[in-house]
C-alpha cells in the first residue's frame, strides 16, 4: 500500500473536519445510551402533549369567545345552532 499524497491528505482532513463539524462522536455516545435516548424520549413525548393539550385548549377557548360574539350578533340561520353549542360548552364547564 503507497502513501497518501497531498491531495488525497486533503479531502482526508475536509471529511475529518465535516465530521467533528457534525459531532458525531456525541450523536453516536447519545445512541449508544439507550436508557438516556429512552428517557429523553419520553419528556420530548410529555412535553409535546403538554404543548398540543394547552394550544387546543387556548384555541378552544377563543372558538367559544368567537362563537359567542356571533351569537350576540344573532346572524340569521346559524344564531340558533350556535346558540346550543355554547351552551352545551357552558354545560361541560
Not at 486533503?10 to 453516536?28: A, C, H, N
Not at 420530548?44 to 356571533?70: D, E, Q
Request: net charge positive; hydrophobic share 45%.
Amino acid at each position: 500500500m503507497g502513501t497518501i499524497n497531498g491531495r488525497d491528505r486533503e479531502r482526508l482532513q475536509r471529511l475529518l473536519d465535516t465530521l467533528e463539524r457534525m459531532r458525531l462522536d456525541e450523536y453516536v455516545e447519545y445512541v449508544s445510551n439507550r436508557r438516556r435516548m429512552i428517557w429523553q424520549n419520553i419528556l420530548y413525548g410529555v412535553c409535546r402533549g403538554l404543548g398540543f393539550t394547552l394550544g387546543f385548549s387556548v384555541l378552544g377557548a377563543l372558538l367559544a369567545v368567537l362563537l359567542r360574539g356571533l351569537v350576540v350578533d344573532n346572524i340569521p340561520l346559524i344564531g340558533g345552532f350556535l346558540a346550543e353549542v355554547i351552551h352545551a360548552i357552558e354545560a361541560r364547564m
